[in-house]
């Protein structure tokens, strides 16, 4: 018999195998991320007290105060340095766009909290497209991980 093998079963099955190594603490919370499939969610989590601190998503009408600052390399200019290497090939996608400003956004409330380093769960996701324009985006907002 041929079991069927559903996506959001295997990237819960990862995020869990992850969650066992990663915890957030007062002084190096979680950030964690969550993607469904038109919005980005992401939200810096205390595991010691089991409280949110900052969140942030791609629904937040302060979304569109964040000036996005990513470089779309001009006609013709291949290996342009100024494109963050998670944008190479995806620069006019909207959604990867919104995930940057998201994350930076996200980077504007951790520092108005006090908060400048946290560890980052990708919540079983790939580290790849919107789940690395987030994180691109909150880094080059400030925060350290």
Do not use: W
């Not at 002084?27 to 964690?32: A, G, N, S, T, V």
């Not at 919005?39 to 998503?57: C, E, F, N, P």
């Amino acid at each position: 018999m041929i079991k069927k093998q559903y996506a959001n079963q295997s990237r819960l099955r990862r995020h869990l195998r992850v969650r066992k190594r990663l915890a957030g603490t007062s002084e190096r919370p979680r950030l964690c991320v969550f993607r469904s499939a038109n919005q980005i969610y992401a939200q810096i989590v205390d595991d010691a007290q089991g409280r949110t601190l900052v969140a942030a998503s791609s629904r937040d009408v302060d979304l569109a105060k964040v000036k996005a600052t990513i470089a779309v390399p001009a006609e013709g200019a291949e290996g342009d340095d100024a494109t963050p290497e998670a944008f190479r090939g995806l620069e006019a996608n909207r959604r990867v766009q919104q995930a940057y400003k998201v994350g930076q956004l996200l980077a504007e409330r951790a520092a108005a909290a006090g908060l400048k380093r946290v560890v980052f769960d990708c919540g079983g996701y790939i580290y790849h497209g919107r789940v690395a324009a987030l994180a691109d985006g909150a880094r080059k907002g400030g925060l350290d991980f």
